[in-house]
C-alpha cells in the first residue's frame, strides 16, 4: 500500500497524536463540505512518544472508542506517519517512461537518497511535473518511511476495527488542511505563511508559499508541559490537571504564576522556529502566522504572539466554512478545530 494512496470510498481521517486519537469524516455536496462525525479520545500517557507508536493495543482501544463516540459507519480510515519518520526528496526522473518503468526507476533511484535497507521502507511517489530547466525530464516527489511506523499505524487501526486506506505523510497533510484556511487569510496567494502547530509535545514550523510547503521542522514543545506544571503545583492527577486546563477550576494564583510564563515561552518557541527559517533561506519575514494544534485554543494566545513577533497571527480553523451533520456539536467541534489541521487533512483524502 502506497503513502498516498487513491480512494472513493468514504474514509475517516484519524490523527494519532501523543495525547490523544482525533477522528473527522467529512462529506462534499454542491462545492461545500460538511462535518458528519467526529470525536477527540485521550491516550494514555506514554502510549505514544514524540509520534511513534509505544503501546499499540492501548492505541488501538481509544481508535473503538472514538469511532464508537463519532458514530460513523465507516470502515476506512486515512492516518499518518510524521515528519520526523519520514524522508522526502524531489528527484528527477526520465519523462516518458510508461508507469511501471517509472516506478521501478523511482524505487532504483530511491536507494540513493535513503539511509535504510530499501526492503525496511515504504516507499510512494507522486509526479510533479517537468523540470524547469530540461523539459524531458519530471519532477517526483519522493516519501519514504519505516515499514515498522507504517504497519503500527496499520496494526492500531485493525485493533480500532478499522482498514488503513492511505497512510499520508504529516505535513501533507497539513498541506491539504491549509487551503481551507489560506481562504480565511487576508494576505495575497503567494505570501509567505508560518503554519505553527503547537501540540501536546510537538511543535511544528510548516512555511508555505502559494499554498506549498517551502520549509518545515518540528521541536520538542508543546502543552504537555503546562499540564505538567499544574500537576506538579496543584498536586492534582494526569487527567485532573488535563480537564482543569481546559473547564477551569484552578486558583487565581494559575492566570499570573503558571499559564502567563507558558505563553511567553510559547511566543520564544514560535520566534525560534522563525529564526531557523529565516537562517536556512532567502527569507527574512513572513506575511502572516497561522496557529494550529490543541494549544492554540488557549485564550489571547494569538494576540500575544502578532505583539512581540510584529506579525499578523491568526487561529487555523479548516472547518469554519463548513455545514455540521445532525450528530456534532457545534461548541465542541469550535474548541478543539485549531487541533484538528491533520485530521481534516486526511479526512480531504475520501475527495482525491
Do not use: W
Not at 492505541?59 to 463516540?69: F, H, L, S
Request: aromatic content about 6%; some cysteine.
Amino acid at each position: 500500500m502506497g503513502l498516498f494512496g487513491n480512494t472513493k470510498t468514504p474514509l475517516v481521517g484519524l490523527d494519532i497524536s501523543s495525547t490523544a486519537v482525533k477522528l473527522l469524516q467529512l462529506t462534499e455536496s454542491g462545492g461545500r463540505y460538511r462535518v458528519e462525525h467526529y470525536a477527540v479520545e485521550p491516550l494514555p500517557p506514554n502510549a505514544v512518544v514524540e509520534k511513534n507508536i509505544v503501546e499499540v493495543e492501548a492505541v488501538g482501544e481509544a481508535i473503538k472508542r472514538a469511532v464508537a463516540r463519532s458514530g460513523t459507519k465507516a470502515r476506512h480510515a486515512a492516518a499518518a506517519v510524521s515528519g520526523s519518520s519520514v524522508i522526502t526528496k524531489i528527484i528527477p526522473i526520465q519523462g516518458d517512461l510508461d508507469e511501471d518503468d517509472l516506478e521501478d526507476q523511482v524505487q532504483l533511484e530511491a536507494s540513493n537518497y535513503i539511509p535504510y535497507p530499501i526492503d525496511e521502507v515504504s516507499i510512494d511517489f507522486e509526479v510533479l511535473g517537468p523540470v524547469p530547466s530540461n523539459p524531458e525530464m519530471v519532477q517526483v516527489m519522493l516519501a519514504a518511511s519505516r515499514t515498522e511506523n507504517v504497519e503500527l499505524r496499520q496494526s492500531a487501526l485493525e485493533l480500532g476495527n478499522l482498514t488503513a486506506k492511505v497512510i499520508d505523510v504529516e505535513a501533507f497533510a497539513m498541506e491539504n488542511a491549509f487551503k481551507l484556511v489560506a481562504d480565511q487569510l487576508s494576505v495575497p496567494k503567494d505570501a509567505i505563511v508560518a503554519l505553527v502547530d503547537i501540540g501536546a509535545t510537538m511543535t511544528t514550523l510548516n512555511v508555505l508559499r502559494n499554498q506549498r510547503s517551502i520549509y518545515t521542522r518540528e521541536q520538542v514543545f508543546g502543552g504537555k508541559q503546562l499540564t505538567d506544571e499544574v500537576m506538579r503545583r496543584y498536586g492534582l492527577s494526569y487527567d485532573e490537571a488535563g480537564l482543569a486546563k481546559r473547564q477551569g477550576g484552578l486558583p487565581e494564583s494559575y492566570e499570573v504564576e503558571v499559564l502567563e510564563p507558558f505563553k511567553e515561552a510559547l511566543v520564544q518557541q514560535v520566534s525560534r522556529l522563525l529564526q531557523f527559517f529565516y537562517a536556512g533561506s532567502d527569507f527574512n519575514r513572513v506575511d502572516q502566522v497561522v496557529l494550529a494544534g490543541g494549544c492554540a485554543s488557549i485564550a489571547g494566545i494569538a494576540n500575544l504572539v502578532e505583539e512581540q513577533l510584529g506579525v499578523p497571527t491568526v487561529i487555523a480553523n479548516p472547518l469554519a466554512n463548513m455545514a455540521l451533520g445532525p450528530r456534532v456539536q457545534a461548541h465542541a467541534l469550535a474548541q478543539d478545530a485549531p487541533a484538528l489541521m491533520i485530521a481534516c487533512g486526511l479526512a480531504l483524502r475520501s475527495f482525491d
